[in-house]
């Protein structure tokens, strides 16, 4: 489907066992006991391994093909079984060299580099999803997936992770399985998904029975325990009887199967035997409420932490501060005025309306709704904090067109703001009207915009008369046969990777110019931030949450109508309409859906649609000495 232009080198396969051997932040663990599971698994992984090798090398010889593709089912069902530990303890590892998206990657964590896909997923597209297997790329990463798991292997007798951190990486999976395995990330070509849902459980199981048998039964909660492994059992018999992925209802099995496994695994955890990792963790283990928005950590989120103190008056004085013209070169434009609260914060405009022109910006205007579950900010992430997308916006020419000392200097004004500054940052040393406060007041009212209360969010909390059976189909379409969920991950459904949260994609998907669909649009996206050509046409994957009400669509807001949208990608995105894209990331052969089934994915988006108690404005904003700012408009005048 896709050319990933693989170039692999053996020595990459150095890379792989240097950055495993490297994990410093493990000690030496004498109770090497506690990893015999994952050891005999990984064992066996690299025997598997050894005869694929010799298979790859006379893949030519009748019968060698048929071996190979057994072998790689094989092996994936080893690693599935062993694979919440590794991702816990490994997981750049796992995304670059074992098993990774296919596509190049360049992130801030390796520099400059572009490095290529390696590890099962190349391997998988090799024996499945090509018709001329090359030798050399099939061989190479084969030896690189072994000498991988010899690496880890051998650390294994070093790692120290405890029974409580075998829980918390238990947990990990169970979001890994809901948002990534059953959405396609991986296993695209096989589809194996559902069946190595049942090795991924297996794994679980064998360890939980494991951890049990290092305590004393009258310490232990064994009623909890029985109730996990019968739940575990539960889920591993549902898959066996539900194995084809385009049918498989994911709902049905994330809320009767996953939450529960999830709930009794926190029932677990929260006993005096397992105590809770101190770490600022995007997900909040502690919570049994999985998938809702008591589960996720706002801190994390926030670069800002620890300045905890006088959040929520600083989220009302960020309110006022949103609304206000104030704020602006000629006091008549808000940040409101561009993010429309009855609008989910969009503006309805296929480009946004330029400073004290008819012209328009460069880009369509995104909603705020959860702005907070973001690592990077606008379309082509150039801002790594709400305080700097604020400021950002705030100093541009074509937007705000404002500047630090005249926003202080107005402010300074009105004695109602003097005084909400000194009480929304009382006990810290910055009473005063300070930029910062400005910022830090705004970026908190932006984090109070969480939108997670919707139809199909109350579905997700046991309120199963609140979708229809459409609504449901649309989502298994929308995160099975459509692959929309590889990019939108559940349930944020934007492009930052669960469970870590700690990865945003962007995503090449060729949107072209206009609606004659000939040339792909001029604006090339990220690559003015990266410098790295496979970004070039690169934006980041925003949420389809209340996407009802943000048309038009797009980063140039080209599409009017979410039909228009599901048509496109339904195409194959811009490669899909004939325009040339070499590194579009989308696939670009056609998704072959029906008119039923883009209904039913639009039936689910519409699901997706929640303001309620988000669409408050201030009736009135502070007055001031000056008589002509105290005709300010609430919102801004455009």
């Known amino acids: 489907m ?19 051997a490297c994990c410093s932040f493990f000690t030496s663990n004498k109770n090497s006991e506690r990893y015999r599971y994952v050891a005999q698994n990984t064992t066996q992984l690299i025997s598997v391994f050894d005869r694929s090798i010799s298979l790859a090398d006379s893949i030519s010889v009748p019968g060698k093909l048929k071996q190979l593709k057994s072998n790689y089912f094989i092996t994936r069902n080893y690693y599935k079984h062993i694979e919440f530990f590794i991702e816990y303890i490994a997981p750049f590892d796992v995304k670059y060299f074992i098993n990774g998206p296919l596509v190049k990657k360049s992130d801030l964590e390796i520099g400059s580099r572009i490095v290529d896909p390696h590890g099962f997923q190349v391997l998988e597209e090799q024996l499945f999803g090509t018709d001329t297997i090359d030798q050399k790329i099939v061989a190479a990463e084969l030896r690189l997936l072994k000498q991988s798991f010899e690496a880890f292997q051998n650390k294994l007798q070093d790692i120290n992770v405890n029974d409580a ?43 939980l029975n494991q951890i049990k048998t290092n305590y004393a039964l009258n310490k232990y909660p064994t009623d909890i325990h029985l109730q996990l492994i019968n739940g575990i059992k539960s889920a591993e018999k549902y898959c066996a009887l539900h194995k084809t ?63 905890t103190l006088g959040n929520a008056l600083q989220a009302k004085l960020g309110e006022l501060l949103f609304f206000d013209p104030v704020l602006s070169g000629n006091n008549q434009r808000a940040c409101a005025s561009c993010h429309k609260p009855d609008m989910a914060f969009s503006d309805g405009l296929q480009k946004g309306l330029a400073f004290e022109t008819k012209n328009s910006l460069d880009r369509n205007t995104p909603s705020l709704l959860n702005t907070i579950f973001q690592k990077h900010f606008f379309y082509d992430g150039r ?79 046991g309120h199963y008369q609140q979708l229809s059976a459409q609504e449901i189909n649309g989502y298994n379409l929308f995160s099975g046969k459509a692959l929309c969920g590889s990019c939108h991950f559940f349930p944020l459904f934007n492009g930052l990777v669960p469970p870590a949260y ?99 994915i639009k039936a689910f988006l519409l699901a997706l649609t929640d303001t309620v108690g988000l669409m408050h404005k201030p009736n009135k904003l502070p007055l001031f000495q000056d008589s002509k700012l105290n005709q300010r408009i609430v919102g801004g005048v455009y």
């Open 2 to 20: 896709i050319d990933h232009h693989i170039g692999i080198k053996l020595k990459t396969a150095g890379i792989a066992i240097l950055i495993i």
């Open 165 to 207: 951190q075998l829980l918390e990486a238990m947990q990990f999976e169970l979001m890994r399985m809901s948002s990534l395995t059953l959405s396609g990330y991986d296993a695209t070509y096989t589809q194996t998904n559902i069946t190595e849902c049942v090795s991924v459980f297996s794994g679980l199981r064998a360890v």
């Open 245 to 307: 992925y385009d049918s498989f209802d994911r709902l049905y099995f994330i809320t009767r199967h996953i939450k529960p496994i999830y709930k009794c695994l926190v029932c677990l955890h929260r006993s005096e035997l397992f105590p809770f990792t101190p770490v600022n963790y995007a997900i909040n283990l502690n919570n049994e409420h999985l998938f809702e928005r008591e589960s996720y950590n706002l801190n994390y989120f926030s670069v800002k932490a620890v300045d």
């Open 383 to 461: 801002a790594r904090q709400l305080e700097q997308q604020a400021n950002d916006v705030l100093h541009n020419q074509k937007e705000m067109n404002s500047s630090v000392d005249d926003m202080i200097s107005r402010l300074n004004l009105s004695t109602e703001y003097q005084l909400l500054f000194k009480t929304a940052y009382k006990g810290t040393t910055d009473t005063i009207i300070s930029y910062y406060g400005i910022l830090k007041a705004i970026s908190e009212y932006e984090k109070t915009l969480v939108s997670m209360n919707s139809r199909f969010d109350k579905y997700i909390k």
């Open 502 to 600: 700690s990865d945003t994609e962007y995503e090449v998907i060729g949107v072209p110019e206009n609606t004659t669909n000939k040339n792909v649009d001029k604006d090339e996206g990220r690559i003015f931030v990266s410098k790295a050509y496979i970004h070039q046409y690169a934006f980041k994957t925003p949420t389809v949450r209340n996407s009802s009400l943000t048309a038009p669509y797009m980063h140039n807001g080209i599409y009017k109508t979410l039909d228009e949208v599901i048509e496109f990608y339904n195409k194959g995105g811009g490669q899909g309409l004939g325009i040339n894209i070499p590194h579009q990331t989308l696939p670009f052969d056609s998704l072959q859906l029906s008119k039923k089934e883009m209904l039913d």
